[in-house]
């Protein structure tokens, strides 16, 4: 459990991090949201203290950050920007195995952790492992930079903007993988996003900023649902709610008895597409695949029932 | 093309001088009476085969045959040319190369090295190279196929000296770089951390630059003199107003804007990013230093030692004018009694001994470059 209690920094007395207090649940994506300017940055910097705080503190499992050195504090926190920062004369290896070999690791585990995170990341290692950055497609670069991250198997993986810089074919591609991979090993992240669609897609948590305070912090359905403020409102953008509401829910949720015509869906199809599928096709109702064989179906009223927003 | 016509303008100019002693006045001899028929007719055809080879553009190892063989019918004419004119002219005759040699070797060097620039030599190749033709020149000079030439008469009465001011040479040069870098290098780490004393030292050591040479040892003289008659124990080790010790300390002032300045740009030049990620992944300091940020700036590092070398090498001649010693002191010696030769033997070292070293440096800086693949 990651605890953020009453962190403040203050540029020219005025504040740019305004005492945020949060917490983050082990094992959970937690994403914060904001403008540019909105603090968001320069809080998950106070984390791995790269910023001093001026006020309040950070403790990870209970343990106070400003208890470390900082260098020492940051091998056990990950962090992966925008545009990578891989070390160009390092190869892709000796890159995902930087922190490992800070933390004097012995050579032959920090090559099978490598090989770990290359194949876990569909990164072939015998192809790719003795490769230098430059030789890479940006999607790939990206991928070695949270695989650097992840080296050390770290309490806390923090990201600023990870995928910033790919287009949006390979940031909808990359943003799977980090969810995949994020359930598979159970880390800890604090994602880092101007981007809502971005929060709501990978967030288990979301926190909105505005103006260096923390406007709002819930889960990704109550923010769209009941939104704090008009700021949050305007984030979670305004004729686009009801989607982004039905992009987080699946089939399975509001499944019934019945037939309908058509090929079957998945029962883990989000709404979204549910939606989409009947507007396409001009039909009223999806059969849904079932585990018994029996008839079931999705119907466009059903799904329109969730999309409402109260009053 | 441009070689070859280049070539045979230089031909109308006279290849060797041949005068009476060492201090007259040479009279022109041109290209195709400088030897013996059957020598210049082979060493001719050579010099016009290889560069007519040099016209075949899209065949860039016949143009480096061609200039080697061009090379090597340049030096016959010029090794039997002297020999030929020397037997028929008096005891103090002085053969020496003229203008047509001189326009036709500047010619054939071009066309090797552009020829061998259409290769694309890799770092090795070109360091092969260059060991290849010190070799020959070595082997030239040690055969004596030069000896009739009037540098090398002037050479040979003073072998034990040429090789004292060559050591000499090397000191002022790669000493004043070795100091230099030892105090420029955590100058430019210190000023690259620091702003403000950025913003102090660099433009000092600009003006430093900009005094020039002549004047930079006037002001030794009386500093170090004064130095040396004030505290014996600084005289004791060779600090005097003349002499090596002033010539070395210019050098070194000298030195260290090109060091502190590319050191600067060189930290300078490592994308934000990188240096972001060193600090977020844990390195302390000194392992961003020496695991980041110099590795990455070396290039730009080496850089400024290449300037500082190639400009020390021609600046310690001017030493020679202090009694510094190195090949400045047959330059002013030369200069003195009007002898060409004299000031040719301080002077062609000199720029052999630059020129190689911008190569060795080229090379170093290329080896450093980090790894390049396909950007996609």
């Known amino acids: ?311 | 093309m441009l070689f070859l016509i280049l070539g045979a303008a230089s031909c109308a100019a006279p290849f060797l001088s041949l005068a009476a002693n060492r201090i007259v006045v040479g009279e022109g001899v041109a290209l195709w009476r400088a030897a013996p028929v059957q020598h210049s007719a082979p060493a001719l055809f050579l010099l016009g085969l290889g560069l007519l080879l040099g016209l075949l553009q899209s065949r860039p190892v016949l143009r480096v045959a061609g200039a080697v063989l061009s090379l090597a019918g340049l030096f016959w004419l010029l090794s039997m040319g002297a020999a030929a004119l020397l037997a028929d002219a008096g005891r103090y005759a002085r053969v020496s190369p003229a203008a047509g040699f001189w326009c036709l070797l500047v010619i054939c060097a071009l066309l090797l090295a552009d020829a061998l620039s259409q290769l694309q030599p890799g770092p090795r190749t070109r360091a092969a190279a260059l060991a290849l033709t010190l070799l020959c020149v070595a082997g030239l000079l040690k055969a004596g196929l030069l000896s009739d030439l009037s540098i090398a008469q002037e050479f040979a009465p003073r072998k034990a000296a040429v090789l004292d001011a060559f050591i000499r040479h090397l000191w002022l040069a790669f000493g004043s770089l070795g100091l230099a870098a030892l105090i420029g290098l955590p100058l430019g780490v210190l000023c690259h951390r620091h702003s403000r004393l950025r913003e102090a030292l660099l433009p000092l050591l600009s003006f430093l630059q900009t005094i020039p040479s002549l004047a930079m040892f006037g002001i030794m003289i009386p500093l170090l003199g004064w130095i040396g008659t004030q505290f014996p124990a600084a005289q004791a080790i060779g600090i005097a107003g003349i002499g090596f010790a002033p010539a070395f300390l210019a050098l070194v002032l000298y030195s260290l804007l090109p060091v502190v300045a590319n050191t600067v740009a060189g930290l300078e030049s490592i994308p934000p990013a990188v240096r972001d990620a060193a600090r977020g992944i844990g390195m302390t300091t000194w392992q961003r230093l020496f695991r980041i940020e110099i590795p990455l700036g070396l290039p730009v590092i080496l850089t400024g030692l290449r300037i500082v070398l190639v400009q020390n090498t021609g600046l310690a001649v001017i030493a020679g004018l202090i009694g510094g010693g190195g090949f400045g002191t047959f330059v002013f010696q030369g200069l003195n009694q009007t002898a060409t030769d004299l000031i040719l033997l301080g002077a062609l070292p000199t720029v052999a001994l630059a020129m190689v070293a911008a190569i060795v440096m080229d090379i170093l800086i290329e080896i450093t470059q980090p790894q390049r693949g396909s950007e996609t």
């Open chain 1, 1 to 311: 459990m990651i605890e953020i209690d009453g962190l403040s920094k203050f540029y020219d007395n005025k504040a740019a991090v305004d005492a945020v207090s949060m917490t983050v649940e082990t094992g959970t994506i937690t994403v914060i949201v904001g403008t540019s300017g909105s603090g968001k940055t320069t809080l998950l910097r106070m984390i791995n203290r790269l910023e001093t705080a001026d006020a309040g503190e950070v403790r990870i499992h209970g343990e106070a950050t400003d208890s470390l050195a900082p260098h020492l504090l940051r091998r056990r926190i990950g962090y992966a920007i925008q545009g990578h920062g891989l070390f160009p004369h390092y190869t892709i290896a000796r890159n995902i195995g930087a922190v490992p070999a800070l933390l004097g690791w012995p050579e032959d585990q920090i090559r099978a952790r490598v090989d770990e995170l290359l194949s876990l990341f569909s990164m072939e290692p015998a192809q790719f492992r003795d490769r230098y950055p430059a030789e890479l497609s940006g999607g790939q670069q990206q991928r070695v930079g949270v695989a650097r991250a992840l080296a050390s198997r770290p309490d806390l993986l923090l990201m600023d903007e990870p995928f910033g810089a790919l287009d949006p074919i390979i940031r909808a591609r990359a943003q799977d993988d980090l969810r995949r991979i994020q359930r598979a090993l159970g880390s800890t992240i604090l994602l880092v996003t101007h981007d809502m669609e971005e929060a709501i897609r990978l967030g288990d948590r979301i926190a909105v900023m505005d103006g260096g305070r923390l406007v709002q912090h819930g889960s990704p359905t109550g923010i769209i649902r009941n939104p704090a403020t008009g700021f949050v409102a305007e984030m979670v953008g305004g004729v686009e709610r009801p989607l982004r509401l039905l992009s987080l829910l699946p089939v399975a949720d509001i499944v019934e008895p019945g037939t309908a015509p058509g090929e079957a869906i998945a029962p883990t199809t989000n709404l979204r597409d549910a939606l989409a599928l009947c507007l396409w096709s001009g039909r009223d109702a999806l059969p849904v695949q079932t585990d018994d064989g029996r008839a079931a179906r999705v119907t466009l009223k059903a799904i329109r029932a969730q999309a409402q927003g109260p009053g």
